[in-house]
């Protein structure tokens, strides 16, 4: 028979209830809303941060491309400009004049050919520009709004972290002096029973798994010395007899 004062009794009751706050505590700290709005925002920035980069890759390779057709169309200019003034000077023959004539009308030909794909390369460059544009004030938004949630984040963690060490010192200062065996009996049954370890017995009903003992139980816990431990005999946690009632 496991026998413990009662006013022993009567404190563990306190002590389960500060457990039980430290356990919300924890588990408030594991499950805050924050926790949730700060991951959906960095796999929304992951995802822009990807966008943003394959967008700038594609800005830069029609940034070349444009060059390069900037430079085409220069390089036919420059040939019809040398061919047109040879076809002024006087110092050209007949034959040479019509071969230059064709090939000024050639060179316009491909010079036009050359400015519609300068022109079409220019028009997806503009738009690359603005969805890049788009994005980087995208990315730049969600790093505003992450940064924001982390110190929501970091500022609820403080608060619940500051109150987890209030209650801590409550329950050291609770448990202090308390019976070995009973608190032994106690934390052996909080690991098992999923954290609540001892219950009051208000008139028939045990607190802990809320089941009316029957009567020959109650008999028999009437009948035993003040300070035996009793259990309950459908959960197994301590019953404390003669708690107040709940306000």
Known sequence: MTTAPVTDQH???????????????????????????????STRLADVESAV???????????????????DVEQ???????DQARLES????????????S????????????????????????AHEKALGDLTSARDDLLAQQTEAAGVLERALADLDAEAAD????REARAEGL???????YDRLREQLGGLGV???RGRRCEGCRLELNPHDLARISAAPQDEVIRCEECGRILVRGAEQPR
């Open 167 to 170: 209650v801590t010192q409550q």
């Open 103 to 126: 090939e000024l009308e050639a060179l316009a030909r491909r010079q036009g050919d050359l400015e519609e794909v300068e022109l079409e390369v220019m028009e997806r460059l503009e």
């Open 179 to 185: 019976d070995a065996g009973l608190v032994k009996l």
């Open 76 to 82: 036919v200019r420059a040939r019809a400009a040398r």
């Open 53 to 71: 980069v394959t967008s700038r890759t594609a800005v830069t390779d029609l940034r070349r491309e444009l060059t390069k057709a900037e430079g």
């Open 11 to 41: 404190r563990l009751l306190e002590v389960q209830a500060l457990d039980t706050r430290l356990a919300q505590i924890a588990h408030q700290r594991a499950s805050h809303p924050a926790h949730a709005r700060a991951q959906e925002l």
């Open 199 to 201: 219950a009051a017995l």
């Open 90 to 101: 006087a110092a050209v023959s007949a034959k040479d004049a019509q071969a230059l004539t």
